[in-house]
């Protein structure tokens, strides 16, 4: 499978713990983008990578939330000291990005659920 | 700040039929994308189709083909001969193509077909 995959697919945590999702994008994909989905709403979205700089958070991204990319390649999204409104999809998606055709088309991994009890 | 606005939380069609799913955005802007992708149940979002602000020759790809009215700042979608794979969120999308990917979403429109 080369599509964009993300760990882990399902996430139960308490309240005030730290979790840690993973996304590896399409490998030759030079962006790689974070969005929210919560229930009932479109993606909305959170910060992206070209290669392994950050080129830009929304507001959305609290200081409790940071983004990775180390090496340009996959990342990581932490959120620390979990709330319940944290609760939602955490969406990751990949581009070819500078240097490929301009579509403006993301491909899209199935997402990481989050659920804070 | 760019807006995206689907009024059409569910619909559902009979297998074969055509259905249209409405989307309207706002943007002072002239040169955009707008998209919309398809989220099936427990799957990952896809996209169904493209448009260009600039091209004026409405997209089609097969059975899904736009309506794209930019002075009214509408973009539809119209699946024809609809199937029972086609039943999922579609959401409509826009891109202010800025040299990046950071697109803003409707709410999403759930498509059920009916056997």
């Known amino acids: 499978d080369t599509g964009v995959s993300q760990d882990p697919r399902h996430k139960i945590t308490k309240r005030g713990q730290n979790v840690t999702f993973r996304c590896d994008p399409i490998s030759e994909h030079n962006r790689l983008y974070w969005y929210r989905q919560t229930l009932g709403q479109g993606p909305e979205f959170l910060t992206y990578f070209q290669n392994e700089a950050q080129l830009e958070k929304s507001r959305l991204l609290s200081d409790r939330f940071s983004a990775e990319r180390p090496k340009g390649s996959f990342s990581t999204l932490e959120i620390q000291r979990t709330e319940q409104g944290d609760s939602a999809m955490y969406l990751c998606a990949s581009s070819l990005g500078a240097g490929g055709p301009d579509t403006g088309e993301l491909f899209f991994g199935e997402g990481s659920r989050l659920t804070v009890l | 700040a760019q807006t995206v606005t689907q009024s059409q939380p569910e619909m559902s069609v009979q297998e074969a039929e055509t259905v249209t799913l409405s989307c309207t955005y706002d943007t002072s802007e002239n040169n955009y994308y707008l998209f919309w992708y398809k989220q099936p149940p427990s799957r990952q979002m896809i996209l169904v189709i493209r448009?260009?602000?600039?091209?004026?020759q409405n997209a089609t790809e097969n059975r899904f083909s736009v309506n794209f009215q930019k002075a009214a700042k509408s973009f539809s979608l119209k699946i024809s001969d609809s199937q029972l794979g086609d039943t999922a969120m579609y959401f409509c999308?826009?891109?202010?193509?800025?040299?990046?990917?950071?697109?803003?979403f409707g709410t999403g429109t759930r498509l059920t077909i009916i056997p």
């Open positions: 999308a826009f891109n202010l193509n800025f040299g990046n990917e950071k697109l803003t």
């Open positions: 448009q260009e602000a600039y091209k004026q």
